[in-house]
């Protein structure tokens, strides 16, 4: 009767593992960062979008005509857009010096050697006024696109809550992809917010 034989081999652990099969990535791909800058430029549209509209709305509850909202939409627009501009530098331009003193702090002795490496990811203040300008100026057109081709008041002040509506809803669903949060559940926020804001003004 043939037998058989069992053999256990025990391997070591540190054998198996090789450093070299370890995927890696590289340290300068930032998702994190990425997204955060996404999101900042659809918060600037947001903002460009509801504040021009309501200041647009405002003006044509008062004076009826279509010339008067065109005219103080687009001063919203150029006054909004310095805003953002300046908040935007002034804001990533405090964090860039909170980042370097980070830097000469815990990096004392090696600050010369790695400076070309460190500030690869350091905020480009610059980068943040223009994109905040640029994502502004972008929601604040669009009312001010949606009355350019109506005459008639009562109708002008239609198109431009139907054009901001839906607007917002695709603002809405970029939130919601962005936040990980429902669709509908983050389209009905921004709705009600904006148009309340809207109501208020007219």
């Known amino acids: 009767m043939a037998t058989k034989k069992i053999v256990f ?8 593992f090789d450093p070299k099969q370890c995927r890696s990535y590289p340290e300068d791909t930032n998702y994190s960062q ?40 687009f001063a919203g627009l150029v ?3 310095c805003s953002m501009a300046i908040a935007g530098f002034v804001s990533v331009y405090s964090q860039l010096n909170i980042e370097v003193a980070q830097i000469k702090r815990y ?21 943040a006024a223009l994109t905040s300008a640029l994502a502004f100026s972008i929601g604040a057109i669009i009312p001010l696109l949606a009355a350019s081709f109506i005459g008639d008041h009562n109708a002008g002040l239609g198109v431009v809550v139907a054009a901001v509506t839906l ?10 992809v962005l936040g990980g949060t429902p669709v509908v ?7 009600l917010g904006s148009l309340i804001a809207m109501a208020i003004t007219f």
């Open 9 to 16: 081999s025990i391997t070591n652990p540190k054998e198996q």
């Open 34 to 73: 990425g997204g955060q800058w996404l999101r900042a430029a659809v918060m600037g549209a947001n903002d460009g979008l509801v504040s021009v509209a309501s200041l647009m709305m405002g003006v044509g509850a008062v004076k009826q005509d279509v010339n008067a909202m065109i005219l103080s939409g």
């Open 79 to 81: 006054a909004g857009a």
């Open 107 to 127: 990096n004392n002795n090696m600050v010369e050697n790695q400076e070309e490496k460190g500030t690869e990811h350091l905020p480009n203040p610059m980068q």
């Open 167 to 176: 607007v917002l809803v695709i603002f809405g669903w970029i939130g919601s």
């Open 185 to 191: 559940k983050s389209c009905v926020r921004i709705l």
